[in-house]
């Protein structure tokens, strides 16, 4: 079986920062693309930031210049550093990942973590 569990979140004053986590764990054979994805109150689930296995990057329009994703294939990992945090960042913040296990290597899947709150708010 194959897990995603985000860590990092929780309450920061606007303009602050938050760095968020996002590990696979299990029987992971290789990744393809890892993201961040945010489901404010009331709102529908949008695609933050996403990075593919050749690194290359893509950004919502709202968080360029203030977001930077990065990723460590080496721990199946990654991160989410979110600077200049403004009370719309509010959200559940979720990592998804299209990945092969060991299991099914002929078929790569889409995996979603359960999320992490990000509050910010003075």
């Known amino acids: 079986q194959v897990q995603l569990v985000e860590s990092g979140g929780g309450l920061v004053q606007p303009g602050g920062s938050l760095r968020l986590s996002c590990a696979a764990s299990g029987s992971v054979y290789s990744i393809n693309r890892m993201g961040w994805y945010r489901q404010g109150p009331g709102e529908e689930r949008e695609l933050v930031a996403s990075?593919?296995?050749?690194?290359?990057?893509y950004y919502a329009d709202s968080v360029k210049g203030r977001f930077s994703i990065s990723r460590d294939k080496a721990k199946n990992t990654v991160y989410l550093q979110m600077n200049s945090l403004k009370p719309e960042d509010t959200a559940v913040y979720y990592c998804?990942?299209?990945?092969?296990?060991?299991?099914?290597?002929?078929?790569?899947?889409?995996?979603w973590g359960p999320g992490t709150q990000v509050t910010v708010s003075s």
């Open positions: 998804d990942a299209d990945l092969r296990a060991w299991s099914s290597l002929d078929i790569e899947k889409h995996y």
């Open positions: 990075i593919t296995n050749s690194g290359a990057t």
